[in-house]
T-cell receptor, first 111, second 112 residues
């Protein structure tokens, strides 16, 4: 079983719509969770972090965490073409500094 | 100047060559990491250094040899690589315990 699992996509949404990206993790001891955005040919960029159950909002982005279900999601409101990228979910796992990534979900925002 | 800088950005090397990748961070962080990113695969953690001490070696072949002379610099020494080692190699840093890692631009490595 993969430690952090994401649907690879592509997920296509029209401009202005809400994009919903999902992630599940297997390690119940995971303490913190992150969403990174990676444009083609570029390095990952941290866009959201979430540490406790519930929602966390930052501008057009909302991260949601449900530790009981081992589920993390990222909502992007008013999606823009510039949001088209691969979104990586990551979980801090293990006793040391180990950030484990999913394979990423490719998002395409269409005009 | 970006927070985490990697050089070179692109590297083509033969299987018998020896080369080194360099990473430097200007964020005051005390943990540094090497990740490998291959097509269609998740980011793979290779090495972790906390306060210059290696705390994680994720079953990486010995043809990859890390070096961390201080908390701002990290190297990855490469020798006798295989074509399947071609990938994007990413350096990241964080403050230990705060988990948020920041990445450099990466080195695109091609082994021929």
């Amino acid at each position: 079983q993969k430690e952090v699992e994401q649907n690879s996509g592509p997920l296509s949404v029209p401009e202005g719509a809400i994009a919903s990206l999902n992630c599940t993790y297997s390690d119940r001891g995971s303490q913190s969770f992150f969403w990174y955005r990676q444009y083609s040919g570029k390095s990952p960029e941290l866009i959201m972090s979430i540490y406790s159950n519930g929602d966390k909002e930052d501008g057009r982005f909302t991260a949601q965490l449900n530790k009981a279900s081992q589920y993390v999601s990222l909502l992007i409101r008013d999606s823009q073409p510039s949001d088209s990228a691969t979104y990586l979910c990551a979980a801090f796992t293990g006793g040391g500094n180990k950030l484990t990534f999913g394979t990423g979900t490719q998002l395409k925002v269409e005009l | 100047e970006t927070g985490v800088t990697q050089t070179p950005r692109h590297l083509v090397m033969g299987m018998t060559n020896k080369k080194s990748l360099k990473c430097e961070q200007h964020l005051g962080h005390n943990a540094m990491y090497w990740y490998k990113q291959s097509a269609k695969k998740p980011l793979e953690l290779m090495f972790v250094y906390n306060f210059k001490e290696q705390t994680e070696n994720n079953s990486v072949p010995s043809r990859f040899s890390p070096e961390c002379p201080n908390s701002s610099h990290l190297f990855l020494h490469l020798h006798t690589l295989q074509p399947e080692d071609s990938a994007l190699y990413l350096c990241a840093s964080s403050i230990q315990g705060q988990n948020e890692a920041f990445f450099g631009q990466g080195t695109r490595l091609t082994v021929v």
